[in-house]
């Protein structure tokens, strides 16, 4: 449990408490503010995201995901929800580019065998292989 740092990437500063601390599985969740976001829309058909930026500032109403291996490496995948200051909502896959303005951060770690990415040929997206 912490707290990160105003002006941090807000997943990759996850990341780099996962891969300093040898979390290799593990869940992520928290709540906090913005300045901004950088959010992901993952388009079925074509297989690919879409990224969209939210310029003004938001509250963390919810950040959930999960921390596996990706390549070897610790890799954080995670949903945020967010809300404007009239309570409007939006959210999607969390990706870099969101900068942090207050946020406090549970890393739940697991121990258990390593869960990995790779790729799955049905959705195009790197998910557990299993």
Known sequence: ??????????????????????????????????????????????????FFTIGSPHEITSLIGNISLRE????????????????NVCGGHLAPGTTVFACEIIIEAFDGPDFNRGLDKDTGLPLWEM
């Not at 990160?4 to 990341?15: N, Q, S, V």
């Not at 070897?72 to 309570?87: Q, R």
């Open 1 to 50: 449990m912490g707290k990160l740092k105003r002006g941090d990437d807000l997943l990759r500063a996850i990341g780099v408490i996962c891969r300093e601390k040898s979390i290799r599985l593990g869940r992520v969740e928290a709540i906090g503010a913005v300045e901004k976001a950088t959010l992901g829309y993952y388009d079925q058909k074509r297989k690919e995201y879409d």
């Open 72 to 87: 070897g490496v610790p890799m954080v995948h995670a949903h945020i929800t967010l809300s404007d200051e009239k309570g």
